[in-house]
């Protein structure tokens, strides 16, 4: 199994506050991405990475950010969560871009 | 732009009978890559199969085989002789070369596999 850790696994927030999650690999891979999965629309992609320093929106980008100053690490930030931010994260790596992805165990983030 | 469409939302089966996932793409590249995801209900994503475009051999694992037909835009999944482990969600996702790297999933399958 690729080296993919979610942190935190489960966080319960309010509305309005900050929240940052973090994927780490070991893995070295280049490509890094942040996916969230809700019921009746699988999973999207929110940001995803090519390289340290190097970031592109996915599809539902609106209201997060992410920051890779590293291979190893991709942080997904909700500057100000909400409730419609209630949903399943996950991060994945890929070696290349048209290789297969690896999904890290996912975080669960319920906004109050 | 992109699309995976998987028709079936809850599939019941006894355990040992056969079952088949329908998966059906849109896509405008000529190279795109096709992927199978399984999600068991501890609700980690396990990867399956990729498939690419020009590759349209038929594939068998264990009693897991899939079915590219590119003249239909399908990739059917099916399971030989269903077990309760199986029971799980199944996507089918598709990532185009050209695109941003973003594997555009379907909505899922919940197999359910009754004892």
């Known amino acids: 199994d690729a080296g993919i850790t979610q942190s935190p696994r489960h966080k319960v927030t309010e509305t309005g506050t900050p929240v940052t999650l973090r994927c780490h690999q070991t893995?070295?891979?280049?490509?890094m991405y942040w996916y969230r999965q809700d019921p009746g629309h699988g999973l999207r992609l929110i940001h995803y990475?090519?390289?340290?320093?190097?970031?592109d929106k996915g599809e539902v980008s609106d209201g997060y950010s992410v920051s890779r100053s590293k291979t190893e690490d991709f942080l997904l930030t909700l500057e100000s969560a909400t409730s419609s931010q209630t949903s399943v994260y996950f991060c994945a790596i890929s070696e290349s871009g048209q290789e297969t992805q690896y999904f890290g165990p996912g975080t669960r983030l319920l906004v109050l | 732009a992109q699309k995976v469409t998987q028709a079936q939302t809850e599939i019941s089966v006894v355990e040992k009978e056969d079952v088949t996932l329908d998966c059906v793409y849109e896509?405008?590249?000529?190279?795109?890559?096709l992927f199978w995801y399984k999600q068991p209900p501890s609700g980690e994503l396990v990867f399956l199969i990729r498939?690419?475009?020009?590759?349209?051999q038929n594939e068998i694992s264990g009693r897991y085989s899939w079915n590219f037909q590119k003249s239909t835009s399908s990739f059917n999944f099916t399971i030989t002789a269903s077990q309760v482990v199986d029971s799980a969600v199944y996507f089918c996702?598709?990532?185009?070369?050209?695109?941003?790297?973003?594997?555009?999933f379907g909505k899922g399958n919940q197999v359910v596999v009754i004892p």
């Open positions: 990475s090519y390289g340290v320093k190097d970031t």
């Open positions: 896509t405008r590249d000529t190279t795109y890559y």
């Open positions: 498939r690419n475009s020009f590759d349209e």
């Open positions: 893995e070295n891979h280049r490509y």
């Open positions: 996702a598709l990532s185009e070369a050209g695109g941003n790297n973003r594997l555009a």
